[in-house]
Each structure stands twice: as structure tokens, then as C-alpha cells.
């Protein structure tokens, strides 16, 4: 069966800071990788995904994530935060019609 | 935006009471998925359907159940509310099967007193 840990419930970090997120999966084949962020109130948004190739993959406001398979993780990163980053985020892995999420790391920002 | 809307937003029910949530989609996908959200658990699958009359259990289906006759219309069902179904539910589709990410719809939060 496949999972995923996101052993980070909260993370604070001030604005203009680097930000790492972590991510470990576990999935039995090669793994779908994504992550997701919901803003408070709304639904989730898909910020970058991994299907094969490049190990390292761009996603839209400035997000990059590292696919590791010899550390099964997916660790999401950020150089310099910007307070509307503030939000939740996803780490998800897909396997065979099913989609199974982490429970979430709730970022806040700090001027 | 993938054309995904929810119905109702919001609503409070009372314990025993049948409540019907409903997503509505504009692109003819063929997969669409409920989840329920909440604190410490993030999003659990509760039903999804691979088409009109398909569908399958998730990880959390008990006390659910789901319905679609039509494409666009993905139905869940809670056939008697108890208060630990008070959640948020979130509809999401793929736009293809296989390695497509999934779009979300904006949620209904449901409270069951």
C-alpha cells in the first residue's frame, strides 16, 4: 500500500528565507510525486509533479522539489519565501487510480 | 481552473438526517474523487468513479455512499449524518487516467450537530 509522511505539522520561517518542506513516501513501484497547497478556505492547488526524468523539477511560484528514490523522499524547497506563501502544503503520491496525501505542513511567515 | 463546482458551500445538519453533496463538472473527465479534509489527517478518499456507474471505495468509505448517472454529476451520499462526518468534503477530478494531477473543487464544509 502506499503512503506518505510529512513529519512537519508546522514550520515558521521569516520572509525572504529559504524554505524546505519534507516529504517520504513509500510506494512499491516508481512513484507519481506531487505537491499541493491550499490557501485557508479554498481547495488545493498543484504546484509541481514527478513522473520520471530530471530528479529535480520546477513548479510555478518558484517552487522546486528533488525526487530521492535511495532516501524515498520529495523534499520541497524554496530560496527566498514571500509572506503570501503563508498556507498549507501537500505532498501526494499516485499509484494505481488512487492518489494518497500526507496530512499537511502548515507554513506560516514572519516579517 | 478545471470547471469543478460544489453544491451546496455550506450546510449544517442535524445528527440522523440523509445529506446529498453534489460536484458538478464541465469537462466530461471520466475520473472524479471525493475526499473528506481534516485537521491531522489531510485529505482521505472516501469514493471515486472511473466513469457513469463505475465507482469504488476509498480508504474512509463507511457511512458513504456515491452515485453517477450522468458525467458531469458525481454524487455522495450520507445516508444517516453522524457528527464524525462534520468535515470539509472536496470533489476533484483527472483530466486523463494514468499520471494526470488531480483539480479540485472549492470544498463544502458540513456540520453535523
Known amino acids: 500500500a502506499q503512503s506518505v509522511t510529512q513529519p512537519d505539522i508546522h514550520i515558521t520561517v521569516s520572509e525572504g528565507a529559504s524554505l524546505e518542506l519534507r516529504c517520504n513516501y513509500s510506494?512499491?513501484?516508481?512513484?507519481?510525486l506531487f505537491w499541493y497547497v491550499q490557501s485557508p478556505g479554498q481547495g488545493l492547488q498543484l504546484l509541481l509533479k514527478y513522473f520520471s526524468g530530471d530528479t529535480l523539477v520546477q513548479g510555478i511560484k518558484g517552487f522546486e522539489a528533488e525526487f530521492k528514490r535511495s532516501q524515498s523522499s520529495f523534499n520541497l524547497r524554496k530560496p527566498s519565501v514571500h509572506w503570501s506563501d503563508a498556507a498549507e502544503y501537500f505532498c501526494a503520491v499516485k499509484g494505481y487510480q488512487k492518489v494518497t496525501f500526507g496530512t499537511g505542513t502548515k507554513l506560516q511567515v514572519i516579517p | 481552473d478545471a470547471g469543478i463546482t460544489q453544491s451546496p458551500r455550506h450546510k449544517v445538519t442535524e445528527t440522523g438526517t440523509p445529506v446529498t453533496l453534489r460536484c458538478h463538472q464541465t469537462e466530461n473527465h471520466r475520473y472524479m474523487y471525493w475526499y473528506r479534509q481534516d485537521p491531522g489527517h489531510g485529505l482521505r478518499l472516501i469514493h471515486y468513479?472511473?466513469?457513469?456507474?463505475?465507482?469504488d471505495k476509498g480508504e474512509v468509505s463507511d457511512g458513504y455512499s456515491v452515485s453517477r448517472s450522468k458525467t458531469e454529476d458525481f454524487l455522495l451520499t450520507l445516508e444517516s449524518a453522524t457528527s464524525s462526518q462534520t468535515s470539509v468534503y472536496f470533489c476533484a477530478i483527472t483530466r486523463e487516467q494514468g499520471l494526470s494531477e488531480q483539480y479540485f473543487g472549492p470544498g463544502t464544509r458540513l456540520t453535523v450537530t
Open positions: 510506494y512499491g513501484a516508481t512513484p507519481y
Open positions: 468513479s472511473y466513469g457513469v456507474k463505475d465507482t
